[in-house]
């Protein structure tokens, strides 16, 4: 199995790094993991709505041209459905059973995502009302990915 974690730009932040590693080392024992970082598509300083549209677009683009019809696609969207991490887990085990062997997970960048990659999309799952950067958001995902693992694994890390 594969997982794919698709983000736009790079985290700065050192500890976010870090985090991403430590994930993806842990999910080595349960799939291939990897992260796929993608260019934002470049805006001004204060960028109009029809700027705003056409770069969301462009990343759309790059996005599907990286996805085949058979993977099973996640978007991470404040407009999906949230879960609790058992009922995440619960669901992708259900996934993985249908046989679904790439799952990709893909974080927007900070204006969000096109409707393009909405309707591809086999899911959306919202991780929180609140907001955050999507470098956060990122390691949020790896996190409960990894939580889903262990919790169908009858592994000790949830609690």
């Known amino acids: 199995m594969k997982l794919r974690f698709f983000i736009f730009g790079k985290a700065k932040e050192p500890f ?3 985090g991403y590693e430590e994930y993806l080392k842990r999910l080595s024992k ?3 993991a990897s992260i796929i970082y993608l260019n934002e598509s470049p805006l ?3 960028p109009s709505y029809s700027e705003i549209s056409k770069a969301l677009i462009e990343e759309g ?3 599907l041209l990286q996805i085949k019809d058979s993977d099973y ?3 991470i969207d404040l407009h999906g459905k949230t879960y609790t991490s058992e009922e995440f887990a619960s669901f ?3 996934e993985m059973v249908k046989g679904s062997s790439t799952f990709d997970f893909v974080v927007g960048s900070s204006y969000g995502l096109s409707d393009e990659l909405r309707k ?3 899911i959306s799952i919202c991780l929180s009302k609140m907001t955050t950067t ?5 390691l949020l995902v790896l996190e409960q990915v990894y939580r889903a693992f262990k919790i169908n694994s009858n592994q000790t890390y949830h609690k």
């Open 16 to 18: 976010i790094k870090e």
């Open 44 to 46: 001004s300083s204060n």
């Open 73 to 75: 696609m996640c978007l």
């Open 61 to 63: 683009k790059k996005v």
């Open 30 to 32: 349960f799939a291939e």
């Open 92 to 94: 992708l085990k259900e």
């Open 120 to 122: 591809r999309a086999d």
């Open 134 to 138: 999507h470098p956060l958001a990122m």
